[in-house]
């Protein structure tokens, strides 16, 4: 058996090798598809994307390939599952392929070197909104799929399940709610997600453990109507003073939050894994300076800015909608403005609770003439997985059979909340093996996928896959 | 000659009643103009509104009209001056008629109930952008012209120019220079400005005061590009959180401004001035009910509504570009964000050394990881017109003949910033005698301009040009 697993393990990277450009070319028709999910005006792209996703499941021999609706009367906006099986390896275990076909925004579009829908090679990368996250890491998962079954001639060495969302980037309820609901359709020995990134190029990479968060929008209303600042300056409440007053008083300067309790569950990661942290080639001046290339790093004293992005929480604001953004002046007191401000939550946190804390503080400190309205807009657990289990080494093993080198176990500061509900609901180990590059420019103008990342994603999930089919 | 006079204002008067339909047709189409002058995008739009006041003014047979460009090469953005004069009227006084053709932006346009550019009647108001600011003020001054040229035959009783510019609501640079280098063009006894309100419906009313303002933009830079909040938030800074950091210590809660030396050439208002204040119809509930609909009024403890919004400085914030704006959730941190951000003045305050102590104090607030860039968009500067002279007599009697009422005099809080330069450059006095109400919706959604005032005030300035001629 061995032998045979190793026989189609090598036909299916032969023909993922030999495949490699047309792989390629079959992602950019993906990527072409602006299928924005938090924007209503891209409701038929998205649409669009899940289907192209389902017909190349189809075409490469998946069973039971679905789109599964999740819109309801309450969640009108909700985006299909694209679900696909193959459960004939007999005695095999079952691994969960989970990616997500949806994309953040493109703005600011005038930022972007090449338009983020028309996929442009360039330097040996991709560059797409949704190259990378994670348009390009999902196809690894179908082109590994093909590659095996092209290799096994309609055989798998091992049981699959695949699900795609299409609101990963808005929050993933509808996958969440069908995980609650059908979990038993999911049913998996372990769940493989591909949404992560490698710590540094050529190093090998899980991912043990991801943020929460909180989403939020804080509406701050003033006068009645829009007023003129110059008629009405010093007498009526201006919504965005209030919602800086507000803002100033959730963070101080030093990056700490000031919420009450908000810190109370937040649990340390273990010396061992603060160990392996410091073991990590990074350098915080070169990583202040080549990846985020600011005059100073921000955040909390006395943690390391991997703790600090990994393993602490965080408050970011995203946007302020109101008032006037024109060029030039307009002088008006805006009726009203808003702020999109999000928490990153870590174990053992969670968002229920930190919400009500944060919207609490919010309301208790609300400026004088002014109306405060608090809105989660949607949240996600933080989640630590084993890594001391079969699948892992499968993993490690497969990776360092591509890269040549030892796997690095690191955390992610980002948040997929999928994997918090497949460990939670469904209790499912789960792989987090990505392969973008720090310097992807994820949810940023110029996002890209390294080409050669793509390849050898393709490569080790046709080995992961064989192995946990072999064990 | 004062018999002729009176018999020629009667005609005049008789004139502009019969002919009131059609004047408001006639500033209907004026309105039409979207001549926003702060968007580059209607650049001819204004154009073609400043064409359509310079058309009239020659049919109603003003002399020597023109368009004077302001645009040069360092402001190519400049709008048209229209210059129109009647010099025949030997030995009687010469009335500089100000007014503005350009309007502010109409955003948010849907609150509008009835387009911002298809002037609609209702209730006895007509709503447009522009309504009261200033194009249907300034049509009451070209209105009052043609009535009393009808009436005179040809002749009118007093010397006139006529100066409308086509940037008030961006500051005025292109007039102020034009005053600085050709003031002797605009050479007159007294400067007619209807760009202010009533204090109260009915009641006639008299502006001697301004504030002035510095509009600027706060720019904060971060990150090298647009970062996620997940991957980077507790490392990379935050330009919105550090703006909101900056607002905060710009303004205390209590509405005092906390730029070191900002109040130091504050004068108060006189006493004589602070009792007639005290004696106006006004009621800062009924004011904080009717007219601004907020919870509370805000500002400076220990002053007056009235005062805090006629003779204190203000602060507000109008709008913070950046970021994600859309709705739903980007987790974005933005790699700079802005704040438009004003200050109004008062005397004896000068725009210059309000910024220099603004620009520094921002500047010495940076927040960590964060570089700032000030800019001042606009300036105008306070003032304070004298009340004893026979022009505000002959204003104030004009309005006593069709209000039946003793004259008001009022401050305004907002800027005009010619007045300015009228008072400081000419030496011009200035009467500003305007028509519009507390709630005609300046500068937001649904202006208005009330069309009894409108005819209350052609009538006005026809007996008030009358009077000035027949002294």
Redesign the interface.
């Known amino acids: 058996m061995s032998v045979t697993v190793t026989e189609t393990t090598a036909a299916a990277v032969e023909f993922a090798k030999t495949n490699g450009k047309q792989f390629v070319e079959e992602l950019k028709e993906l990527l072409r598809i602006p299928s924005v999910s ?3 005006e891209h409701r038929d792209d998205v649409r669009r994307a899940a289907q192209f996703c389902a017909d190349e499941l189809t075409r490469i021999g998946m069973e039971h390939v679905e789109l599964i609706e999740t819109a309801t009367v309450d969640r009108p906006g909700g985006h299909a599952l694209v679900y696909a099986e193959y459960l004939q390896a007999t005695g095999k275990p079952t691994v969960l392929c989970y990616g997500h076909y949806d994309v ?2 493109a ?2 579009l005038d ?1 972007w070197k090449s338009p983020p829908f028309e996929p442009t090679e360039r330097d040996g990368n991709i560059y797409a909104r949704g190259a990378v996250d994670d348009k390009g890491q999902m196809w690894m998962h179908v082109k590994a799929i093909e590659a095996l079954m092209v290799a096994g001639h309609g055989v798998l060495p091992v049981n699959l399940r695949v699900i795609l969302e299409g609101e990963e ?3 993933g309820e509808g996958i969440a709610k069908f995980v609650r609901e059908h979990g038993a359709r999911l049913k998996a020995d372990v769940a493989l997600v591909s949404d992560t ?1 490698m710590f540094a190029p050529d190093l090998p990479t899980l991912c043990v453990g991801l ?1 929460g ?1 909180i ?1 939020t929008e804080i509406e701050a209303r ?17 919504p ?2 209030a ?7 959730l ?1 101080d ?1 030093d ?1 700490k939050i000031l919420i009450p309790g908000f810190y109370d569950k937040v649990a340390a990661p273990t010396v061992a894994e603060l160990q392996a942290w410091k073991a990590l080639p990074f350098d915080e001046e070169e ?1 202040r300076e080549a ?10 004293p006395g943690f390391s ?1 991997l703790e ?2 990994w393993a ?1 929480p ?21 009726a009203k ?1 808003v ?2 401000v ?1 928490l ?1 939550l870590v174990p053992d946190m969670t968002p229920a609770e930190s919400f009500a804390q944060y919207k609490s503080f919010v309301e208790s400190i609300c ?5 405060l309205e608090v809105r989660l ?2 949240s996600g657990d933080p989640i630590v997985v084993s890594t001391d289990n079969e699948y892992v080494r499968a993993a490690t093993e497969s990776m360092r059979e591509v890269f040549g080198k030892e796997t690095v176990f690191v955390r ?4 997929i909340p999928i994997v918090g509900d497949f460990v939670r609901e469904l209790k499912t180990p789960t792989v987090m093996m990505g392969f973008g590059l ?1 310097d992807d ?6 996002e890209k996928f390294h080409l050669a990342n793509f390849h050898r994603g393709i490569e080790s999930i046709i080995r992961f896959l064989a192995k946990v089919g072999a064990a």
């Open positions: 938090t924007a209503p953040q925004p703005e600011p930022e980037e808005v929050g990134e943020r968060m989403y003033g006068a009645r109507t829009d007023l003129h600042s110059g008629m009405y300056g010093g007498a009526a409440p201006n965005f003073v919602l800086a007053q507000v803002i100033a008083k963070k300067e990056g990583y990846e985020i290339g600011s005059s100073a790093l921000t955040g909390e800015a600090r992005t602490r965080t408050l970011d604001v995203h946007g302020m909608p109101g008032g006037f953004v024109g060029s030039g002046a307009k002088t008006v007191i805006p403005a702020a999109k999000s990153r400026p004088k003439g002014i109306q807009i949607h992610g500061g980002g948040s720090p420019n994820l949810h940023a103008p110029n």
